[in-house]
């Protein structure tokens, strides 16, 4: 059996470890910053309805309630209630300087976590994969044809993926976060996407539906799948929905 202390993950929490004496020649490593924002220019773009009805919900509740689930019915999710599970995860709610805030935290409002949706049974939405521009609060069309079946073989063939209404993929643009932070700006890119999935938890509980997180990933063959190299971006974690 392996030392624990001889395992790259060790090594990594080790090595990015912040001390008074190290924090300062740890904390960048001269990296060229990322874009802060992913657009796919060609794409067709598909608006988000703005302001659909929210259900009441109290958040106590949430989080009493709040299971990994992975079953989930037939039935289709409207355009309004994707839209709403979109701005749990990555909506803008206010400005700051050149920084456009969301509804989850991220270290130095860097904001490294791409949203990519495989849309099964979206009302009035094709099946395909997309991305979600941010900014512009639209999604942009990437592929067509059903795409949580293949989502579940890239994702170690768990097919109660493949049968949600829409699978939400989160990929990290590393430089976007290391070209401040370094080598530790890993850690802060996973809390970034934890954060996001827990939004989406709970927005997904509030409308009364299941998810489950899901990081047991085949990574490049998601990658291939959304068209990402695996190196300035890579895909982390996704969670279907139904």
Known sequence: MPDLRQTSGYLYLHDTKFTRKNIREKAGLAIAPAPAFKEYAGAEKIALPVNPARPAAELWGLL???RSQRKFADNPMSLDDLALLLWACQGVTAQAGPYLLRTAPSAGAL??????????????????????NVRTFQLERLSEGAAAP???????????ISQAAAVFIWS????RNMAKYGQRGLRYILLDAGHICQNLQLAAAAQGRHSCPV?????DELN???GLDGEEESV???APVG
């Open 111 to 132: 904001y490294p976590i791409e949203t990519y949706v495989a849309a099964e049974r979206i009302q009035n939405l094709p099946a395909g994969l997309f991305h979600f």
């Open 224 to 226: 291939n799948l959304l």
């Open 236 to 238: 982390i974690y996704l």
């Open 215 to 219: 990081a047991a990933l085949y990574d």
């Open 150 to 160: 293949l989502v579940a073989r890239a994702a170690l063939d768990q097919s109660f």
């Open 64 to 66: 009493q309630q709040r």
């Open 172 to 175: 990290a643009v590393l430089r």
